[in-house]
């Protein structure tokens, strides 16, 4: 009875070795993986890149599984001088993958480190890239992406405004550079680059009073240009329009004159007609005008001196012969 418990229990041990020996030696590898085998420690072979079900020796091979997708690394805002000295915050970001994976497995075994050697050398890149450019350089696009001008603000007394420098680089470029001097020293560890990008661009706190004060001055110039055009141009139109009416006024009074000697001319007309047709009505048109005339030149405070051959005094004098029947003295002043 005991040896067959004893026979029994060695079954069973077979079949736990088998199992763990069959279970150690066989192995998946999924689509998104890939796989380093290592044996004490060391990779041998090639690495396994196709999906499925592969073996090994069991308890001397290990295996080693790293990502085979396109990975992503965000980069830590950084304070960058341009070359124009403007410190901007800088964000950036990556994309990456493992592209070989034995000399990645030997330089960084894992993502964890691989990420710290991306933060170092593409953040090393982006500084020094920055640095050789000027902001509008980061800013833009790139050079063939020019921004609309207001014609307006061209030309005047204030010279050219709100126009920006030429652009030679752009910020493309300066990201392929960027991204093509990282690739470089990035191979060395069997990462390859599949692009990298500036997420945002900010000016720096301590810079950010001056730059609004900036703006506001290009601004205030800006409309203080266009009221000066406006006081000129006002100042234009009030002149053309005292010209005007200027012209106007003396075109008018020409006229005026002109009709009314016109007028005049065949009054006397009309009168001298008049005259030589019926000399009694020329007496009493006359008599009547000077009536009117002393009309307007006599007033109740009015003191005339008057000579004796004057048309005004005759009149008078005749007048006065007939109701006193004596002549008037001619020193006399006429009230």
Sequence with gaps: MRKIYLLQAAVIAVVVLLLLIFSGAFYTVDQTEQVIITQFGQPVGDPIINPGLHFKIPFVQNVNTLDKRFLEWDGAPVAIPTRDKTYIHVNTFARWRIENPKLYFVRLRDERSALSRLEDILGSETRNSIAKHDLIEIVRTDKDRQPLHDESLKGGPTGTIGVLPPIQFGRLKIEEEIKAAATQKLSEFGIAVLDFRI????????????????????????AQRFRSEGEGESARIAGQRDRDLNEIQSNAYRQVQQIRGESDAKATEIYARAYTQNPQAAEFYTFLKTLETYRKIFTRDSTLVLSTDSDIFALLKHAAEKSNGSPIQAEAPAK
Excluded at 204 to 213: A, K, T
């Design 199 to 222: 997420k945002r661009v900010n000016y720096n706190p301590d810079v950010l009073d001056r730059i609004y004060q900036r703006m506001i001055s290009e601004r205030l110039q800006i």
